[in-house]
């Protein structure tokens, strides 16, 4: 998803992939999303059943999720409290799982890139599909 200000203070969303032109005036921000990250490695599943290993993890940063306050619907009042309750709560709970991720993600690569393409299980292209 990209996130970046309009005019009025708006922020524009976007759907990962689509063309967003970034400008001086107008600054766009890549914010990744977890829905996608997460589709790609359920679809990679019947490839690379290690999948179910970061999905597990990715299961545990949505419950983290679902035990966080709302607050779009809060007063301007009442809003950095939830706000520095849900960033202390993902700095706490959701950064670990996060590190986890990565680490699992790079140990996965670095498995593929050391069979090479030679084994020919492994694509050219770093694609879902060629995780172990």
């Known amino acids: 998803m990209v996130r970046g200000s309009r005019p009025g203070g708006r922020v524009r969303s976007v759907p990962d992939g689509d063309k967003v032109g970034s400008t001086a005036a107008h600054p766009a921000t890549l914010a990744f999303c977890w829905a996608h990250v997460r589709r790609k490695c359920f679809e990679a599943r019947q490839f690379a059943p290690a999948c179910d290993e970061v999905l597990e993890l990715m299961g545990q940063l949505y ?32 950064a ?4 986890r991720t990565l680490q699992w993600a790079l140990a996965k690569r670095c498995e593929a890139l050391k069979r090479g393409p030679s084994d020919g299980t492994t694509c050219a292209t770093p694609t879902a599909a060629t995780l172990p």
Do not use: F, G, M, N
């Open 63 to 94: 419950v983290i999720e679902a035990d966080l306050p709302e607050w779009c619907a809060l007063s301007k009042e009442e809003r950095p409290a939830v706000l520095a309750q849900r960033r202390a709560t993902r700095q706490q709970h959701s």
């Open 96 to 99: 670990p799982v996060v590190e």
